[in-house]
């Protein structure tokens, strides 16, 4: 038995690299941010969390291989460096005034954080801002298109525009009458600040960056939701009548309702990717539905759906692709309770809730891995072995 479980992480082991060794691969020549479906945002409001090293472990022993992060510390762009992550990274709103004004402060600030770090850091997008329309700071919302311009012409006159993609992540608040999704519009307010954004994003390619949170719409109307519906749960879903659709779950409602916002304002084409979702695991009294079975039932869900690879209703073709909110619960966020507790790992690097990742503990605990769980893991790891042979005579026929 324990001859065989040692055997067995070996060969285990030899495949997890294989499988990572090949992935650089599958991306080449791929301009998208984004080439998986599950990734996740690397927040970091806390004093307590691991260090960028012991992150990068910990993502690559869950797979986990797209990753925000919301500022561009060099110590994290350094830790990714030569890890096959990638990585997009965040320009603050802090900075949008200055990025918006002036072209050669956007030239320096990609020279300092993007160029120079690439390509051992795998930077494959920059998100100008976050949340900025809809949201408080109005004066933001005038300079949010002129920054993601000024900081897209310097990428591209540094020739990495097809390597970094430009983006900008936005809330709910852009919307108005998302139910159903097909009755969803641009709200009148910042439509005139989401138009030049639009058109600008369809132009080089960039898809809409949609946060979107079952959590919030739940909590904001529980007596008319079911919870079901936000969490995945089996539940009747709601039924579109306009376009004959039956939504079974709310975020897939929620990507439709953008998709309509999209269409509306004539954007058909463009692709929605979800840049944060998830469900805090505790919360104030009045978060009564910020617990940790509700948390795990909606992340584990979300999961087996996003791996499922299947579009939308409205969107059949368009696979979601979605950023989990977040990597680490971080302490020093402010607002409400929940707002700290959003982690799939607590800040000791330990697993939150368990839907399947392991913790950070280097314990003999962890270490020790079941005979059940390898198994599959080893089918798992067997087809990143098939996939790397795939690619090496695809290459091999390719140079011959
Ligand atoms: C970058 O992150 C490291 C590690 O978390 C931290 O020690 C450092 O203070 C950060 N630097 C800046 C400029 O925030
Ligand atoms: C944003 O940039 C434009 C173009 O340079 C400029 O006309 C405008 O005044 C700037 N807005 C702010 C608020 O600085
Ligand atoms: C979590 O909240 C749900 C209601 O949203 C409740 O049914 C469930 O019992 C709670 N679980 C725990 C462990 O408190």
Redesign the pocket.
Known sequence: MRRSEEFFQLILGALFLMGFAHQPFLAWGNSQAFVGTYGINYGRIADNIPSPDEVVTLLRAAKIRNVRIYDFNHSVLQAFSGTGLDLVVGLPNGYL?DM??SQDHAMTWVKENVQAFLPNTRIRGIAIGNEVLGGGDR?LW??LF?AAKNIYNAVKELKLDDVVQITTAHSQAVFVNSYPPSSCKFSSNIAQYMKPLLEFFQEVGSPFCLNAYPFLAYMSDPSNIDINYALFQPTQGIYDQKTNLHYDNMLDAQIDAAYAALEDAGYKKMEVIVTETGWASRGDSNEAAANVSNARTYNYNLRKRLAKRKGTPLRPKNIVKAYIFALFNEYLKTGPTSERNFGLFKADGSIAYDIGFRGLQSSSATVRIRLKDLQVRLLFGSDAFVLLAASAITLILLRS
Request: no cysteine; aromatic share 0%; net charge negative.
């Open positions: 005034n918006n004004a004066e005038t300079v002129g």
